[in-house]
T-cell receptor, first 114, second 114 residues
Framework: EAQVTQNPRYLITVTGKKLTVTCSQN?????MSWYRQDPGLGLRQIYY???????DKGDVPEGYKVSRKEKRNFPLILESPSPNQTSLYFC?????????????FGAGTRLSVL | GQNIDQPTEMTATEGAIVQINCTYQ??????LFWYQQHAGEAPTFLSY??LDGLEEKGRFSSFLSRSKGYSYLLLKELQMKDSASYLC???????????????WGLGTSLAVNP
């Protein structure tokens, strides 16, 4: 089954404790992206990757890191989480980033930073 | 700047028809998407318009007018399961180069009542 898999689905952590949210897709998609979604602010892009070893900042990259060593994986790293990073996070992938680049989303990771 | 406007909330009755509007101002235009998102779940693709006119897909239709910067999503024969947030997203230009960017609206929360 074609899918984008995120783990974990739920995470409660404390300020400053490094964490990684994994994202994997099995559709051989080139384009992958991380979003956060907050009430009243909608979906905001954190980082994106056009292909292996090619990553770039989105609209809200501060406090986050990503890597794209393999085509299928795009982990999101919070080196020193803070309470303002409490949010619902989505990973998404698409075949490329041209016309009709339908994005397929993972189920989401609900993160709480205390 | 680039922005997308859609109503925050709408209410409709089961079996009725509802139209959700989306207006946009973007640098460049490479297509408009509608996604459905149930509470706490991932967005899922509904429709894509790149040329003016109506695209019909079952109970859902989407219309685009590029000259007016306007789109709508039409939902017919409403069902309770259609209660969700509907996100409008436009593929515009990231910068003066040819890099594209997906700009998201904040979503319209639709409540379908019996």
């Amino acid at each position: 089954e074609a899918q984008v898999t995120q783990n974990p689905r739920y995470l409660i952590t404390v300020t400053g404790k490094k964490l990684t949210v994994t994202c994997s897709q099995n559709m051989n998609h080139e384009y992958m992206s991380w979003y956060r979604q907050d009430p009243g602010l909608g979906l905001r892009q954190i980082y994106y990757s056009m292909n292996v070893e090619v990553t770039d900042k989105g609209d809200v990259p501060e406090g986050y890191k990503v890597s794209r060593k393999e085509k299928r994986n795009f982990p999101l790293i919070l080196e020193s989480p803070s309470p303002n990073q409490t949010s619902l996070y989505f990973c998404a992938s698409s075949l490329g980033f041209s016309f009709k680049n339908i994005q397929y989303f993972g189920a989401g990771t609900r993160l709480s930073v205390l | 700047g680039q922005n997308i406007d859609q109503p925050t909330e709408m209410t409709a009755t089961e079996g009725a028809i509802v139209q959700i509007n989306c207006t946009y101002q973007t640098s460049g235009f490479n297509g408009l998407f509608w996604y459905q998102q149930h509470a706490g779940e991932a967005p899922t693709f509904l429709s894509y318009n790149v040329l003016d006119g109506l695209e019909e897909k079952g109970r859902f239709s989407s219309f685009l007018s590029r000259s007016k910067g306007y789109s709508y999503l039409l939902l017919k024969e409403l069902q309770m399961k259609d209660s969700a947030s509907y996100l409008c997203a436009v593929c515009g230009l990231l910068n003066a180069g040819n890099n594209r960017k997906l700009i998201w609206g904040l979503g319209t929360s639709l409540a379908v009542n019996p």
